[in-house]
């Protein structure tokens, strides 16, 4: 069963960036499509991105696109977001997950494995 663990959140002001990332052990890695997602208070989980599993496809939600990047090493069992331009209601707790069924790159149910989640907070 492989285990993720996210770091790289904090408090940044708007505009801001903030580089995450979600390391993995305890599995072969490079075998599943890998997502980000986020959670609010009082708000349902949220997809932000995923990426398969040779980087060769991203998926982003519109709120992130053009803002976010998502990327991978699997030489290293990592794999990050990049955020940029950020903004207030980006604030939330990032999670990275393993993706294990194939319904949709944006259910968090086709999703496992999660971490424990690093908070994001940008400041107004």
């Known amino acids: 069963q492989v285990q993720l663990v996210e770091s790289g959140g904090g408090l940044v002001q708007s505009g801001g960036s903030l580089r995450l990332s979600c390391a993995a052990s305890?599995?072969?890695?490079?075998?599943?499509?890998m997502g980000w997602f986020r959670q609010a208070p009082g708000k349902e989980r949220e997809f932000v991105a995923a990426?398969?599993?040779?980087?060769?496809?991203?998926y982003y939600a519109d709120a992130v696109k053009g803002r976010f990047t998502i990327s991978r090493d699997n030489a290293k069992n990592m794999v990050d977001l990049q955020m940029n331009s950020l903004k207030p209601e980006d604030t939330a707790v990032y999670y990275c997950?393993?993706?294990?069924?194939?319904?949709?790159?944006?259910?968090?149910?086709?999703?496992?494995?999660w971490g424990q989640g690093t908070q994001v907070t940008v400041s107004s």
């Open positions: 997950a393993i993706r294990y069924n194939s319904n949709s790159y944006r259910n968090p149910t086709d999703y496992g494995s």
């Open positions: 305890g599995g072969t890695f490079s075998s599943y499509t």
């Open positions: 990426i398969t599993r040779l980087s060769s496809n991203k």
